[in-house]
């Protein structure tokens, strides 16, 4: 996610950082090639050039230039300005009144609508409410398959009929949640290639109809100019609510994300990053300047580790450790809780400086942690349990049965071994010296 945008100012801001003193000079080239890394990466060009003037205005400054550090002056008013343009703060579904509540989907076809409709129901039932997902796309052929399909993926209700009248579907759909006790219902549209006059009259009936407490436009965040030219017209029509951004985790340039809320006056209001039901991201702000500035975004990564990691496990994984009991059984347990949190990439955008790494060809694919359950799958119970016991025999036959090579193995049993003595000398507190931030 907006890896070339990133290096782009990462090289730019290394260079104001490396001078010790900073003119207005200075400042104006280095802004300059800003300028020219936010129009590459499809931002547009009214919001590049006022987003430049007032970073200079704030740059030139006295208390910038004359500070002791002006480098690093210069990459907080940056910070802080990207901030503002994205939004400044989480901007949270408003699900006001009675229920059931209604959220209506809109968005040209192809965006990701559906499944965004998708994950954010399983997002919502996972915060305690009871959403009903409602095929009103009567257009495309495969859209209520879909939603179906999508669906029973992650055990939501979905209510589809043969109507072929949107306004009788949405009506019924209504009335099925307030008879089952659904709180939500989310209202997955019709998506046009382009915006016509027809289609736009129809989704201002379902409006008017519906009286939803929320409109999200869904854009597809690889198309940047076209995906917020697409938002201000349907806005025109619609005054939607918020922004939902989509496959953010493809090539994206990131100029949708750095320009659609300016350009729309509206907020950002969740981030899609995968394709799996749960990469759905609430979109804050600052976190997503952070990593555009190669700062990480440690606050998410703690969030995604304490909603995929059980607290009960992590108490008993502790205890082993204490008592020199950790197995290699163990050991892919905690593999797998660290690919359920999601793909590899993406966590280690979060971290701060691994962005920068990974750019210059760190492997991040998570092939290695297959290769590794691949191995431990292929040992029996006693040779978890019992790494010791592993001798040449059982390496070969292990190797075979994962399809590894003997030196894989002996890789995995010594950087195991490393592991746990490590993990015994943090847990005595021998190595709290080594590791600057390590609780005592």
Not at 345 to 369: H, T
């Amino acid at each position: 996610m907006f890896e070339q945008l990133s290096e782009n100012l990462e090289n730019v801001l290394k260079k104001l950082r490396g001078r010790g003193k900073l003119t207005e000079k200075n400042v104006s080239d280095g802004l300059r090639e800003v300028r020219r890394a936010l129009l590459e990466a499809d931002v547009n060009y009214k919001v590049a050039k006022e987003f430049i003037a007032s970073v200079k205005e704030k740059a030139i400054g006295q208390e910038v230039l004359k500070s002791i550090t002006p480098g690093q002056q210069i990459v907080k008013v940056l910070h802080d300005e990207l901030v503002d343009l994205l939004g400044l703060e989480r901007s949270e579904l408003e699900l006001k009144g009675s229920p059931p509540h209604v959220i209506m989907v809109v968005g040209l076809q192809g965006s990701g609508k559906t499944t965004f409709v998708t994950k954010l129901g399983k997002q919502l039932r996972d915060k305690g409410r009871s959403p009903l997902l409602v095929g009103a796309d009567v257009y495309r052929p495969a859209a209520k398959d879909q939603l179906k399909t999508n669906g029973s993926k992650v055990d939501l209700p979905v209510f589809v009929t043969e109507h072929n009248r949107v306004l009788d579907i949405c009506a019924e759909a209504k009335q099925t949640a307030r008879k089952n006790h659904y709180d939500v219902l989310i209202l997955d549209t019709a998506g046009r290639l382009h915006i016509d006059e027809e289609m736009m009259d129809e989704l201002s009936d379902v409006k008017q109809q519906m009286q939803p407490d929320e409109i999200l436009f869904v854009a597809d965040g690889m198309t940047g100019q076209d995906a917020v030219n697409a938002a201000s017209e349907f806005l025109g029509y619609l005054d939607f609510t918020g922004v939902v951004l989509t496959k953010m985790d493809g090539d994206a340039r990131g100029g949708a994300a750095l320009s659609i809320r300016s350009v729309t006056g509206r907020p950002i209001k969740y981030m899609s990053v995968g394709e799996s039901m749960d990469s759905l991201e609430p979109f804050y702000p600052d976190r997503l300047a952070n990593r555009i500035l190669g700062m990480g975004d440690v606050v998410s990564l703690v969030e995604k580790a304490q909603e995929t990691i059980d607290e009960e496990s992590a108490k008993k994984l502790n205890k082993k450790i204490q008592r020199n009991e950790f197995t290699l059984a163990d050991f892919k347990e905690q593999l797998q809780q660290i690919k359920n949190m999601g793909p590899l990439d993406q966590l280690m955008d979060m971290i701060p400086g691994m962005g920068k790494m990974k750019r210059q060809g760190l492997s991040v694919d998570g092939s290695e942690f297959d290769k590794i359950e691949a191995i431990i799958n292929s040992m029996t119970k006693e040779e978890r349990n019992k790494p010791g016991i592993i001798n040449g025999s059982r390496r070969r036959r292990i190797a075979r049965g994962s399809g590894t090579s003997v030196g894989d193995i002996n890789q995995l049993l010594k950087q195991f071994q490393q592991m746990k003595k490590m993990m015994q000398q943090m847990n005595k507190g021998k190595m709290k010296h080594q590791i600057p931030g390590l609780p005592i």
